[in-house]
């Protein structure tokens, strides 16, 4: 992948801190936001006769149950919809029993209360996440994200549980062939509610994956809890896993991977932010024929994790390779983020190398 596809793209999306979604299939789209779909009446009654409906109609019908649910929803009385929202609620709470038969319906169900800011919302996520392990939880992990946590406690309880999801998918055959896709729901969530369980001891599952795009993803959510905490001297495993990944991708062929750079980069701040210093990478980086690609996505944001004289020969280093490489807009890119580190001691030596640099080229 070329410098221009990752300033264009990869950089743009490096290290998002926004939610996401997993896509669920009957995730309502602003296409249908407010539109009318064949309901006849907003009275009580229809209401619940699509309350019971969602909870117990065939998967193919449950995307359109669910938006027709939203729109009578929509059209009530301030005073009325509290009370339509606490009884789909009510039916949620009595379909649970610790199985995941009709876990699909009910996570439509919840969905619905989610994007009303139902209270209850989490407590019947958490309910739901004890049911059997099955596909469905993909979608259930997703929707936490969103979810209003009223104690920290039960944020806590529902990372437990999304981390005990993922120890027994791990082992579960039947669930290995969308590993990729739940290892990325997993760490996007616990990344936004629990940034320790995320760098945790399911760390070590992230060599298991294959594919690139789940792979960068989870690294992007990694780099977001990191970025949350302070101490990471803990991060035992994550530190293990970032080493390995690390040594094959600084040394992988690009006929192998597409997004070596974009990989190479988390992969430095994540060992970076545990290890609190990098002395050892940068000659392996330097040597790198996508050093360029590489430098310009790590020094995407203030490297200040780092010790000063490691920061003062990143960026010095990165400049002077950009400068090298005529990749005049990424340099201007790249000096704006050293004026963001904010450390004048640091600038100050920073400043004469590239300069020299540039004194050389214009004098030879």
């Not at 064949?38 to 009580?44: D, I, V, W």
């Not at 999801?165 to 290892?183: F, I, K, P, V, Y």
């Not at 320790?196 to 594919?211: K, M, Q, V, Y």
């Not at 990944?245 to 192998?256: C, I, K, N, P, R």
Request: include cysteine; proline fraction near 3%; charged fraction near 25%.
């Amino acid at each position: 992948m070329g410098l221009a596809t990752l300033h264009n793209t990869d950089r743009q999306e490096c290290f998002p801190a926004s939610r996401k979604t997993a896509g669920h299939p009957w995730k309502r789209s602003e296409e249908t936001k407010g539109r009318k779909l064949g309901a006849k009446t907003s009275s009580g009654s229809s209401i619940s006769w699509q309350i019971d409906r969602l909870l117990t109609c065939r998967q193919d019908e449950i995307a359109g149950v669910a938006f027709r649910l939203v729109d009578l929803l929509e059209k009530q009385e301030p005073i009325h919809q509290p009370i339509l929202l606490r009884a789909l609620a009510t039916k949620i709470k009595m379909s649970i029993h610790g199985s995941s038969q009709n876990l699909a319906n009910r996570i439509a169900a919840i969905e619905v209360l989610s994007m009303f800011n139902f209270p209850s919302t989490a407590e019947l996520i958490e309910s739901s996440l004890t049911c059997a392990l099955g596909d469905d939880h993909l979608y259930l992990i997703a929707l936490a994200r969103s979810a209003e946590y009223q104690l920290a406690e039960q944020c806590e309880r529902v990372a437990g549980l999304i981390v005990r999801t993922m120890e027994e998918a791990a082992d579960n055959e039947s669930m290995q062939h969308n590993w990729g896709r739940l290892c990325v729901e997993i760490f996007r969530t616990l990344s936004e509610i629990s940034p320790r369980e995320a760098l945790g001891p399911i760390c070590r599952h992230i060599e298991s994956l294959h594919e690139e795009n789940d792979l960068t993803a989870v690294l992007d959510a990694i780099v977001v809890a990191t970025r949350k905490l302070s101490n990471l001297d803990w991060c035992n495993e994550l530190k293990a896993t970032s080493k390995k990944l690390f040594e094959h991708f600084v040394t992988a062929s690009e006929d192998d991977y597409t997004n070596i750079p974009g990989i190479v980069a988390r992969l430095l701040e994540i060992t970076g932010r545990c290890e609190a210093t990098l002395k050892d990478k940068l000659g392996q980086i330097e040597s790198h024929p996508l050093r360029a690609d590489i430098l310009y996505l790590f020094i995407g944001h203030p490297i200040t994790f780092l010790p000063r004289s490691e920061r003062v020969e990143w960026y010095a280093t990165g400049s002077i390779i950009l400068l090298k490489s005529d990749l005049f807009s990424e340099f201007q890119d790249m000096l704006a983020v050293m004026m963001q580190d904010g450390d004048k001691a640091v600038l100050a030596k920073v400043v004469p190398r590239f300069a020299a640099f540039v004194t050389g080229v214009l004098t030879n």
